[in-house]
């Protein structure tokens, strides 16, 4: 309580001095759209230039001192994304890793685990379904989207939780289009199936103001075809069990946004946005397995349904207006993310043909993830430079239930009936209050950032199974984050930028709750820490960025993250309950068979332990990312458009076996592709390839390699007029697989001796999909 005293205290103090300590200066302050306060904006894009392109777009060069790159929905659009991740696979830097293939849902900036990278929408944290903190960028529709930022460093105007860096989705504003459009189109998968999309966007002037609104509907499908087979060990010269595997995810997602935008007097203007994403789907596996036990045959088909019911939707106002000689910023928003899915799984098994036996499991989800934040911020001018300061307030609630259930049949053919098995929860609270200030200068050759912001954190935990509490604590930090950002352009065409800046993360919210999680890696228990600290990272960008010509850019930047307060798995030096078992059942035997011994002659060598999450280790992430965006034109090709994006990755961390990567770090990732107009014949095609090296992760118990093949799309559009194109699109062309290496292993002992439980080989596969979308403007 007294650290976000200390924060109310700041924050008061910084609101006082910028308001009357601040020299006057004059009221006309730039607004998001670059005009004035006040002053008319800027013409509004018409959306027929969006529908019907008839020039290459490219990466966007911007002129933010913190290093920032801007893509605009039209420099994806070509090759139709679905989503916002389809969108990211494009951009440097961005990985995904644990993605199923083809699908791209935890984004991961150099390379580092999805909550290492903070996704806003609007500029505006929103929750989202990860343990991890992170956002699942699939559930966005592209069409929702204006353009996408990747904001490589932090800025004190903005939360420190981005070690990695920020994805800024910014959705289409009404203040920036004009017009409409329809989007109809169909997808066809490998299996024959096809489904059908559609959106709509429209702008028009409207009470007092500006109002777009946009709706989407998307059949979304996949279907997989899954092989593992399990080894005693790498050799395999030993076949334990093999495993086929279909899967089918089949359902349908509704979206829509809601942009609303007026002038107020003379200097003000208030905005209104809101946003609603439904992902309504059924998951099916079948599955065929067969082990090899001692001369038995164990054959087992194991069928699987996870029906997905999730929302995420968000509503926000601004209202800013000139105020004490200078500019003030008011921001309310509340975002929510709700979950009711399930997940079921039954086993059949039959032992060398005859009928063994019958289970089922089932656990049902009941989540609500809500975040209410308010922000007040003002900007003046001090002499040559402009001073912004102001305090966020964020209020997250976090609830989350498992109600599980089991069922058992006495004989071949029973029903399954399931059977309640125990109920788990939690409940998180966090609470934060973020003073920040900020000082920039834009010269004519040099320009500069400097800001400090304060994060404190409460937060409160609290575990439950069955309706009775089992835990609770409570735990408060802060931490004070400077940033620096200095850019230089050394002509009119060259920059460079040095980027320093302190960022947070803060725990997984698995990792904070004191449940104890039975066998949960390997024969380990695990029981989380609500005493967590945040990891922090010093980091450090350098960058040189140079136009080519009037559209072209090229850019190489070098990162570097010095992470402090690394989580770790650590043994609590307290046997796992299986062990503890162990010792009961040996200690009885033992002073049955030596009468007159005590417990302390037994000698007993757990091979199993209770792990717990703490902060014990540092780590270092470092890499070189290189973009490339630009028209042939100094080679007489200037309706040829060639795109080009590497980022080498690589971290070092030490666990419990030594030196490692970052877990799911992938060793690389680029793309390359070109578009081609033919303007006399209103056409146009291109290619893309994406190559995303191998990613390894290593956790008690379990080491994993995964392995991505190549990704290659295709698209050809024609052009009717200025209103009217159809596009057809190609993905996945290469039929790029999936493929793991499981190590697996029963404790810590065997791991280190290399003692296998199996190894493991799974590959999927999803085949080519074909898409066919006509957009029409009026």
């Known amino acids: 309580m007294k650290r976000t005293a200390l924060a109310i205290g700041l924050s008061q103090a910084m609101l006082c001095a910028g308001l009357i300590a601040a020299s006057p ?91 290492y990278t903070q996704v806003l929408i609007n500029g505006k944290k929103v929750p989202g379904a990860g343990d991890d903190r992170s956002f699942w960028v699939d559930r966005i529709p592209a069409e929702m989207v204006d353009h996408i930022e990747i904001l490589r460093s932090n800025s004190a105007n903005r939360s420190g939780d981005a070690i990695a860096g920020s994805i800024n989705i910014v959705l289409r504003d009404a203040y920036v289009f004009d017009g409409s459009y329809l989007r109809i189109g169909a997808n066809r998968w490998y299996d024959g199936e096809v489904n059908p999309t559609f959106g709509a966007v429209t702008s028009v002037d409207a009470l007092g103001g500006r109002l777009l609104a946009g709706i989407n509907v998307q059949d979304r499908y996949r279907s997989k075809l899954k092989r593992s087979d399990r080894f005693a060990d790498p050799t395999r010269q030993e076949l334990l069990s093999w495993e086929d595997q279909t899967e089918v995810k089949d359902g349908r997602d509704y979206s829509a946004n809601l942009s609303y935008t007026a002038d107020v007097g003379e200097t003000g203007r208030i905005s209104i946005d809101g946003f609603y994403v439904k992902t309504d789907r059924d998951v099916t596996e079948v599955s065929h397995e067969v082990e090899y036990d001692d001369g038995d045959v164990i054959d087992s088909r194991v069928p699987g349904l996870n029906p997905i019911d999730q ?17 003030t910023e008011l921001d309310l928003d509340y975002a929510r993310f709700e979950d009711d899915s399930a997940e079921s799984e039954e086993k059949h098994e039959y032992v060398n043909g005859e009928w063994d036996a019958s289970e089922a499991e089932s656990q049902a989800v009941d989540a609500q993830d809500a975040e209410t934040s308010f922000k007040i911020a003002h900007q003046r001018a001090v002499g040559a430079s402009e001073l912004e300061f102001g305090v966020d307030y964020r209020r ?86 400077p940033s620096l950002h200095l850019k230089w352009d050394l002509d009119e065409a060259t920059r460079v930028s040095l980027s320093l800046a302190r960022s947070v993360k803060r725990p997984n919210f698995n990792e904070l709750i004191p449940a104890l999680l039975d066998g949960e890696f390997g024969d380990n228990d695990y029981i989380g820490n609500p005493k967590l600290d945040p990891e922090t990272a010093n980091g450090i960008d350098l960058g040189f960025e140079r136009r080519l010509g009037q559209h072209g850019v090229v850019g190489v930047n070098f990162f570097y993250r010095d992470v402090k307060n690394l989580i770790e798995l650590v043994n609590t030096g307290e046997m ?203």
């Open 396 to 481: 997250k609630k976090r609830d989350v239930a498992y109600t599980n259930y089991a069922w058992e049949a006495e004989e071949e053919g029973d029903p399954v009936a399931y059977e309640p098995d125990g109920v788990i929860g939690s409940l998180i609270k966090e609470t934060r209050v973020d003073p920040y200030l900020m000082l920039s200068g834009k010269g004519e050759a040099f320009s500069w950032e400097a800001g400090l912001r304060y994060e404190t954190t409460r937060s409160d935990i609290r575990y439950q199974e069955d309706g009775d509490v089992a835990g609770s604590a409570s735990k408060d930090y802060n931490e004070l984050l």
């Open 311 to 327: 929302r995420n939707w968000g509503i926000g106002a601004e209202y800013k207006f000139d105020m004490a000689g200078g500019t």
């Open 576 to 778: 796992s309950e299986d062990a503890q078992d162990n010792y009961a059942d040996e200690l009885e035997e033992f002073l049955a068979d030596n009468p007159g011994a005590t417990e302390d002659d037994f000698q007993f060598d757990p091979e199993s332990w209770l792990f717990t999450s703490a902060n014990v280790g540092d780590g270092k992430v470092y890499g070189v990312e290189f973009d490339l965006s630009t028209p042939l034109t100094a080679l007489g090709m200037p309706n040829t458009g060639v795109f080009l994006n590497y980022s080498y990755l690589n971290s070092k961390v030490t666990d419990f076996l030594g030196e490692r990567r970052f877990n799911d770090q992938a060793r690389s990732v680029y793309n390359v592709g070109f578009i081609q107009d033919l303007p006399s014949l209103g056409a146009t095609f291109g290619a893309t390839y994406r190559k995303q090296g191998d990613a390894f992760s290593r956790i008690l118990a379990e080491e994993v390699t995964v392995k991505y093949g190549d990704d290659l799309e295709v698209f050809v559009e024609k052009r009717f007029g200025k209103t009217l194109s159809v596009r057809l699109t190609a993905a996945n062309l290469l039929d790029a697989s999936k493929d793991e290496f499981f190590h697996k292993f029963d404790n810590l002992a065997d791991q280190i001796d290399r003692d296998y439980d199996e190894y493991e080989l799974e590959t999927e596969e999803a085949g080519p999909s074909y898409q066919l979308v006509m957009r029409w403007a009026f």
């Open 25 to 115: 200066l004059a009221s006309a302050q730039a607004m998001p759209d670059g005009s004035a306060a006040g002053a008319p904006a800027n013409d509004p894009k018409q959306l027929d230039t969006i529908v019907v392109q008839g020039e290459i777009t490219y990466r966007d060069r911007t002129d933010d001192i913190a290093p920032t790159l801007s893509y605009d929905l039209e420099y994806f659009q070509r090759f139709e994304p679905n989503t916002v991740g389809d969108m990211l696979k494009r951009v440097p830097g961005v990985t995904f890793v644990g993605s199923d293939i083809m699908e791209f849902d935890g984004a991961m900036m150099r390379g580092m685990a999805a909550g």
